[in-house]
């Protein structure tokens, strides 16, 4: 009889060995397939997900760098200036975070906003983006209100304040 228990064991031994394979082959099936799922992804799509990426989790650049890759094989490459975005992902293999967000952005032809203050190496490139100025440097170059229209505008507001606080007073 301790012939007939290793015969058991055997079999279980192979049970056990068999679904193991099944699940490792399962298992890369599954994210192959996936993987080919991202080819119908489009590429405008997958290179705002890599800029995404590098502003809010710079500690996931292998994810970043996954993302330009597939924004690369994409099948629908529509509104998306490739040759930048191949750009892009040697500026991230070189390590240059700010050069690599720059360059996707403007390979999707989105309009980067320059800083008010440049800091050392940020946004160092020309951006030659025909979007307009964005407002809080356009209203750098206002003019302060000066002459008669200053006390006219002062008394207005007091005005204006009196009013709301009578307002207020009334409604209690």
Do not use: W, Y
């Not at 993987?35 to 705002?48: G, I, R, S």
């Amino acid at each position: 009889m301790p012939g007939h228990s290793t015969r058991k064991e055997d079999l279980g031994a192979r049970s056990v060995v068999v679904l193991i394979v099944m699940a490792f082959v399962l298992g890369s099936a599954t994210a192959a397939l996936a993987h080919a799922a991202e080819k119908n992804v489009p590429a405008l799509t997958l290179a705002q997900e890599a800029i995404a990426i590098i502003r809010s989790q710079p500690e996931l650049m292998d994810s970043a760098a996954d993302k330009i890759k597939d924004t690369l094989d994409s099948s629908d490459s529509k509104g998306v200036d490739l040759s930048l975005v191949s750009q892009a992902q040697k500026a991230l293999e070189a390590g240059n975070l700010t050069q690599t967000e720059l360059l996707l952005e403007q390979a999707i032809g989105t309009c980067p906003g320059a800083p008010v203050v440049i800091p050392a190496g940020v946004r160092a490139p020309p951006i030659t983006s025909p979007c307009p100025k964005p407002s809080h440097l356009t209203a750098l170059n206002r003019v302060p209100v000066r002459g008669t229209a200053r006390p006219v505008l002062l008394g207005l507001a007091a005005v204006a304040i009196a009013g709301g606080l009578l307002l207020a007073r009334r409604v209690r």
